[in-house]
């Protein structure tokens, strides 16, 4: 029997944590420490730029200081994101088995992608996805993802707006006016826009619950549960904060995995310790 799992694990004061367990919800699945997880969480005030970004070129560093915000790399690539309480993030790790068929990276944004769209569709809204891993409604941008296949496991993250300050989104986040100009938009906050701002009628929860039913159906499973986190996961993440995701370097340098050799020791050994209590 195939089982979703669900879990509403989130430090919001901490994005560095909260970034921090992203990784360690990914490498847990692909150790086979978990089930399928699908994860929500928020962060209270942060910028999560990519992996292959600069965050001087990305973000406006002055700024991001006046508002007291934090500035976290994730292990995926894509764009800067901004987030607030009113952005509700979430996140998919998968078997890679479920894409023998097609190439890992086709299959997150042709089949995983869906989940979001469908469950979007599913409460009214015209959702569409556009540029690979947007998603759109009523043509405005409501929704980045990213994505990785790394650690055994397929892994499928985005943003959702649902009630974010946009004033702040906009100040804090550098966007070319190249990419404006080919939007057609002249500011940032006119090519993306809030859930609630066209539909003020559906909560947190009817998304939270769309999002399940869509990715139960899409995945073909059996049963869904919810759950917290398990030891193992916390000692990833906890791992993974310590020696990577608090560390300057990792934020505003973007240092190689490939230094992270002794990290990837320690986790190793962590995932190959199968006997652990919940």
Not at 17 to 34: H, Q, S, T, V
Not at 70 to 86: K, M
Not at 123 to 147: H, P
Not at 218 to 236: A, C, G, Q, T
């Amino acid at each position: 029997m195939s089982k979703l799992r669900v879990i509403m694990f989130e430090t919001p004061h901490d994005g560095y944590f909260n970034i921090a367990f992203e990784e360690a919800l990914a490498r847990a699945k692909g150790c086979n420490l978990i089930d399928d997880t699908l994860r929500f969480f928020r962060n209270k005030n942060a910028v999560i730029i990519g992996y292959f970004q600069k965050a001087e070129e990305e973000v406006n560093l002055d700024y991001l200081k006046k508002i007291d915000a934090q500035l976290i790399r994730r292990p995926t690539g894509g764009g800067a994101v901004y987030h607030d309480l009113g952005n509700l993030n979430y996140s998919i790790a998968v078997s890679n088995n479920r894409s023998k068929y097609i190439s890992p990276v086709d299959y997150i944004f042709s089949e995983l992608i869906k989940g979001p769209i469908n469950a979007l569709n599913s409460l009214g809204f015209d959702t569409k996805l556009e540029n690979i891993n947007d998603i759109v409604v009523n043509n405005r941008k409501v929704s980045g993802t990213a994505a990785s296949t790394s650690w055994n496991a397929l892994f499928f993250h985005g943003a959702m707006l649902l009630n974010t300050d946009m004033e702040r989104l906009s100040s804090v986040l550098k966007i070319s006016q190249k990419k404006l100009i080919d939007k057609g938009v002249s500011s940032v906050k006119y090519r993306v826009t809030n859930l609630f701002e066209i539909n003020n009628n559906i909560s947190v929860e009817d998304i939270i619950k769309a999002f399940v039913n869509s990715y139960k159906e899409l995945l073909s499973y059996d049963d869904v549960y919810y759950s917290i986190p398990n030891r193992k996961e916390i000692e990833l993440a906890n791992l993974l904060y310590d020696e990577k995701y608090s560390k300057e370097e990792w934020n505003f340098n973007r240092v190689s995995h490939s230094k992270f050799k002794q990290l990837e020791e320690q986790i190793n050994n962590i995932c190959n310790e199968r006997k652990f209590f919940w």
